[in-house]
């Protein structure tokens, strides 16, 4: 059956991949504390309660001009429109910002069912700050904390009930699987893109772009493949 699929969608430096590695149970996504860090969509395989899933991690949504901020939107957009479920990050700690806002502007437009968390709520002194959320206009916010793996069952119970009832064949088991390998800025984003004929990774001249592997599913004279972009590989350095 086809599974479902939820996107996680928020500024950046909110968690969203501290909160996307929770769900999936391992580290799949790049997590550091720097705007930016995830530039590509990532999909990996979740469950919850017998229920299986896909699910997207994405770049924070921002609308400055900094270096790939336009691209990662753009990324960030494309999951949207895959998305079945989008779960709206928060940052606890921070209250609402415009940024926040502007994001919610986007998600209206969307016409998905978005179920709002508030990340970084750590304890439960804090829960009281979750009420403000209510005025980004998503109904009931969901206090959480990735660093602690707090709140993640109630939230997952309400992103389960948003699940479409329609289910549809999955792809047959002989799916090819072959990775594009190597070192930084040789081209191996613009091969993805041109196979699939769209801007499925993030492409520029700047060594390093891609910083997670991506897996891409597509089909070829009746075959079905994953196509896995990744990360240039660099020679280490011989220490002195």
């Known amino acids: 059956m086809v599974k479902p699929v939820v996107a996680i969608v928020g500024r950046p430096n909110v968690g969203k991949s501290t909160i996307f590695n929770r769900i999936v149970g391992e580290r799949v996504s790049i997590v550091e504390d720097v705007p930016g860090v995830t530039r590509d969509r990532i999909y990996n395989t979740a469950e919850w309660l017998g229920k299986e899933f896909n699910i997207i991690d994405t770049g924070g949504i921002d609308l400055s001009n900094e270096p790939f901020l336009e691209q990662i939107r753009a990324q960030a957009e494309i999951a949207i429109d895959e998305a079945d479920v989008i779960i709206f990050i928060t940052n606890g700690r921070e209250g609402v910002t415009d940024a926040d806002e502007q994001v919610a502007k986007i998600l209206y437009r969307s016409k998905k069912p978005v179920v709002l968390a508030v990340n970084k709520v750590d304890n439960p002194e804090m829960r009281d700050q979750v009420y403000d959320f209510y005025s980004l ?102 220490s002195l």
């Open 137 to 238: 206009g998503f109904g009931e916010p969901y206090p959480i904390s990735g660093s602690h793996g707090l709140g993640l069952g109630d939230l997952l119970d309400e992103v389960r009930k948003h699940f479409p009832n329609e289910e549809e064949d999955e792809y047959d088991d002989d799916v090819i699987k072959f990775s594009l390998i190597g070192r930084p800025n040789v081209g191996k984003s613009s091969l993805v893109n041109a196979f699939l004929g769209e801007d499925r990774v993030i492409v520029s001249d700047i060594a390093g772009t891609t910083r997670d592997a991506i897996d891409t599913s597509y089909s070829f004279d009746g075959q079905e493949y994953v196509m896995i972009d990744t990360a240039g590989m660099r020679k280490k350095r011989k």
